[in-house]
């Protein structure tokens, strides 16, 4: 069993919906999260960073931690075709940024 | 413009041939890493750096080499390349505060 589980998609959502995309983790250690998105043929660039339980807001963004049941979600509201890439989420025991394990992906496409 | 940089972007080579991808970063971070990715596994770790001559071995290590002699520079050596070795490789760098900042990747393939 993957550390890190995340359902590889592909999610295609219409224009407008509201996404959910998610990650389960067996590492009970793990207390920092963070969701990056990939763009076709580009390197992975954060999108969201929390420690610990609780929901983080960030525009159209919403992260949530629930560490009690080892499961982390990303909410996209609004989506717009820009948001088609490759999510990935992250976790990490330290806050370096330096020992990262990721998920494997979810491919998302938004279409107008 | 604060950037992590890899050379080169693709690379055919052959198996057994000695190569160097090279990452460098302009942030002055102390923290670098390599990851590779391959479709279904996401990206693991192959070595991280914590400092100038401070390396360690990450999750997948075998068959890789890395040096820290600078604190920009991070390189990948492959010493003797094999086929599983091809995948998409990415260097990252962070400060110590959580993000880490991704080069755009090396594509290499093996033959």
């Known amino acids: 069993q993957k550390e890190v589980e995340q359902d590889p998609g592909p999610l295609s959502v219409p224009e407008g919906a509201i996404v959910s995309l998610n990650c389960t983790y067996s590492n009970s250690a793990f207390q920092y999260f963070m969701w990056y998105r990939q763009y076709s043929r580009k390197g992975p660039e954060l999108l969201m960073y929390?420690?610990?339980?609780g929901n983080k807001e960030d525009g159209r963004f919403t992260a949530q931690v629930d560490k009690s049941s080892k499961y982390i979600s990303l909410f996209i509201r609004d989506s717009q075709p820009s948001d088609s890439a490759t999510y990935l989420c992250a976790m990490s025991e330290n806050n370096a940024g330096n020992m990262l394990t990721f998920g494997g992906g979810t491919r998302l496409m938004v279409k107008p | 413009e604060a950037q992590v940089t890899q050379n080169p972007r693709y690379l055919i080579t052959v198996t057994g041939k000695k190569l160097t991808v090279t990452c460098s970063q302009n942030m002055n971070h102390e923290y670098m890493s390599w990851y590779r990715q391959d479709p279904g596994l996401g990206l693991r770790q192959i070595y991280y750096?914590?400092?100038?001559?401070?390396?360690d071995k990450g999750d997948v290590p075998e068959g890789y080499k890395v040096s820290r002699k600078e604190k920009r520079n991070f390189p990948l050596i492959l010493e003797s390349p094999s086929p599983n070795q091809t995948s998409l490789y990415f260097c990252a760098s962070s400060l110590g505060t959580g993000e880490a900042f991704f080069g755009q990747g090396t594509r290499l393939t093996v033959v």
């Open positions: 929390t420690y610990s339980s």
């Open positions: 750096s914590m400092n100038v001559e401070v390396t």
